[in-house]
């Protein structure tokens, strides 16, 4: 959506959720040539759609269960600026090497507010980002503490309440773009994409996390999460 060239670090199953993922990556125009075949199923998670809310079931890890970045992957890692991962990608022993070497970086810690992760993998993110339901003065303290412990900014993403940043010296909220809300899959994703496309780009904090909100608001608008 915004001119990035991304590419992808990931194992699939040599199965037919492997083959499409392969396949719709890069009808979008991602770099596959590192999500590697295993043998074993392609991790997999049950959605539902609650009044146009996803709810997730039950998740299946399959192959990801063993996932670590090869000296290869490390190589080809080489050729980015910005490396960013969720929680569930198993890639987090990667930052310390990666954020030491200039590459910025940022993790998804999703709503995973107990991963002793918060403890160990911060000093080593330029940003952190995660959800929660709404702002609050706990919310606050955690933001706070997060970058005390060496992240450079927090980002928390609060579904219809928008979403509410600390770079360490204040707070920046941005209120959701009032669209029509069809599926909420991938919202969160297309706000880190679009914050770290506008934030490559020279954009300030403020006007990044507005492209983020924007990017989110076209994904909502259909089904599925791309």
């Known amino acids: 959506r915004y001119g990035i060239q991304p590419g992808c670090i990931t194992w699939v199953g040599d199965d037919d959720y492997g083959t499409k993922l ?9 770099d596959i040539s590192h999500v590697h075949t295993k043998h074993g199923v392609t991790a997999q998670t049950q959605v539902e759609l609650h009044d146009n809310d996803r709810v997730f079931g039950d998740y299946t890890e399959g192959v990801m269960a063993d996932f670590a970045l090869s ?4 190589a080809w890692l080489a050729q ?3 490396v960013h991962a969720a929680i569930w990608g198993h890639a987090e022993d990667a930052f310390p090497q990666l954020h030491a070497a200039g590459k910025l970086t940022a993790f ?26 709404q702002e609050d003065e706990t919310l606050r303290l955690k933001m706070k503490a997060i970058v005390a412990r ?9 579904g219809e309440n928008g979403s509410i940043a600390w770079d ?32 490559s780009a020279g954009m300030t904090l403020p006007q990044a ?18």
């Not at 000296?71 to 490390?74: I, K």
């Not at 998804?108 to 339901?133: C, E, I, N, R």
């Not at 996390?209 to 999460?225: E, F, L, N, P, V």
């Open 22 to 30: 392969k396949q719709d990556l890069a009808r979008m125009g991602v």
């Open 209 to 226: 996390i507005a492209q983020g909100t924007a990017c989110a608001a076209k994904t909502i608008q259909y089904h599925g999460a791309w």
């Open 168 to 199: 360490g010296a204040q707070f920046w909220r941005q209120a959701p773009e009032p669209v029509t809300v069809i599926d909420t899959m991938g919202a969160g994703d297309s706000f880190i994409a679009g914050f770290l496309c506008g934030w």
């Open 80 to 82: 980015y600026d910005i």
């Open 150 to 158: 060496g992240a450079g900014t927090v980002i928390v993403t609060l």
């Open 108 to 133: 998804d810690f999703s709503d995973k507010w107990d991963s002793p992760l918060w403890q160990t993998l911060v000093p080593h993110l330029d940003f952190a980002f995660a959800s929660a339901p």
């Open 71 to 74: 000296e290869e992957d490390y």
